[in-house]
């Protein structure tokens, strides 16, 4: 193991725990609603009244219910489109943001607290210390098709599209592996993957971020960054379960492993 790498990967590992502990971080998410299953308008615990509105959502509120919407107080009715993020967030309600998202034509609003227990009760990332054995040269092959997407099951209950770019292949602890993977708007690699510690000394899947492939679809493999998705620190994100196929049979005993 070489210092420079060690070094580097404790940074990450510091920014990884900044970053989740943050005041709107994923631990701050105290509720998803989609406005589906209420049709009245009413979210619990959530001021105003939200309704479809087409490509939108329509928010209508009175000036006591404490709404700001880009920063001035709502006194009456706005059409709302997805947030960027929760930090990105339209509507506040004190310290609150009141994210508006929409999944494959489904909206919904998120609601992100600073005041979270999940936050006051957050103890760090339990995380195996870089090591170099971990990451290995991979090689990605896009489909001839282009992109495909599979329905996955996500960790709400419900089964979403999980678009897929292409196959990543690599050999780890001897043995020659694939994984399905996504391409993202940067060229960056995302692998939804589980192994033979899922569920027992990890959780219970992971995420996989390798760099964009070069001219040849090479990159590098670190299972040393695996990383532990949104819904491991909150219960209400809608991650997707891996796909068929990204199950690895080995044990990857490296990268984040639990919320402490």
């Known amino acids: 193991m070489t210092t420079d790498a060690s070094d580097e990967w404790?940074?990450?590992?510091?920014?990884?725990?900044?970053?989740?502990?943050?005041?709107?971080?994923?631990?701050?998410?105290?509720?998803?609603?989609?406005?589906?299953?209420?049709?009245?308008?009413?979210?619990p615990d959530v001021p105003g009244s939200w309704t479809t509105d087409g490509e939108a959502v329509l928010l209508t509120a009175a000036g006591t219910d404490g709404l700001t919407v880009d920063g001035r107080p709502l006194d009456g009715e706005v059409r709302l489109t997805a947030d960027p993020g929760p930090v990105g967030s339209r509507v506040v309600h004190g310290e609150r943001h009141l994210v508006v998202l929409v999944r494959e034509g489904s909206w919904g609003v998120r609601d992100f607290d600073p005041a979270a227990g999940a936050r006051r009760a957050f103890g760090g990332i339990a995380a195996t210390?870089?090591?170099?054995?971990?990451?290995?040269?991979?090689?990605?092959?896009?489909?001839?098709?282009?992109?495909?997407?599979?329905?996955?099951?996500?960790?709400?209950?419900?089964?979403?599209g999980l678009g897929l770019g292409g196959e990543l292949a690599f050999a780890l602890e001897g043995r020659d592996l694939t994984l399905q993977v996504s391409v993202e708007e940067d060229g960056s690699l995302w692998a939804v993957f589980a192994d033979a510690t899922s569920g027992s000394t990890s959780y219970r899947f992971r995420f996989l971020r390798p760099a964009a492939p070069d001219a040849e679809g090479r990159t590098t493999v670190d299972f040393n960054r695996a990383l532990l998705p949104p819904c491991a620190f909150a219960d209400h994100f809608v991650c997707p379960f891996p796909p068929p196929g990204n199950t690895l049979e080995v044990r990857v005993e490296a990268g984040e492993r639990e919320p402490r």
Do not use: C, I, M
Request: avoid cysteine.
């Open 10 to 43: 404790k940074r990450w590992h510091a920014q990884r725990v900044a970053a989740v502990a943050a005041p709107y971080g994923p631990l701050a998410l105290t509720g998803t609603y989609w406005l589906e299953d209420h049709p009245d308008g009413h979210l």
């Open 129 to 160: 210390p870089h090591d170099p054995r971990w990451s290995v040269p991979g090689r990605f092959t896009p489909y001839d098709t282009g992109r495909r997407s599979v329905r996955v099951p996500n960790a709400d209950g419900r089964e979403r």
